[in-house]
Nanobody, 120 residues
Framework: QVQLVESGGGLVQAGGSLRLSCAASGVILGVNSMGWYRQAPGKQRELVAVITSGGSTNYADSVKGRFTISRDNAKNTVYLQMNSLKPEDTAVYYC??????????????WGQGTQVTVSS
């Protein structure tokens, strides 16, 4: 089985910074894309940022210039550095990874979610 364990959420004032981490563990051959999504109360889950195994990145327009996604392939870990946070960034943030396992095509896995709250 594969697990994604997130950390780094919390409460921060507007303009502040947080760094999220997500580590994939289990019997893994490799990890393709890794990304972060978020879901605010009453809203659908949305893509925040994604990074391929080669390091190519894509961001939601709302976070461009403020958030940076990165990864450590040796540790199967993805990070999200969030700067200049705004109250509208408040949401539960979920990690996603597309994982290759022995004898299987790649599958998507999700973390349990970590709360980010930005106060005004």
């Amino acid at each position: 089985q594969v697990q994604l364990v997130e950390s780094g959420g919390g409460l921060v004032q507007a303009g502040g910074s947080l760094r999220l981490s997500c580590a994939a563990s289990g019997v893994i051959l490799g990890v393709n894309s890794m990304g972060w999504y978020r879901q605010a109360p009453g809203k659908q889950r949305e893509l925040v940022a994604v990074i391929t195994s080669g390091g190519s990145t894509n961001y939601a327009d709302s976070v461009k210039g403020r958030f940076t996604i990165s990864r450590d392939n040796a540790k199967n870990t993805v990070y999200l550095q969030m700067n200049s946070l705004k109250p509208e960034d408040t949401a539960v943030y979920y990690c996603n990874a597309n994982v290759r396992r022995l004898g299987r095509l790649s599958d998507d896995y999700w973390g349990q979610g970590t709360q980010v709250t930005v106060s005004s």
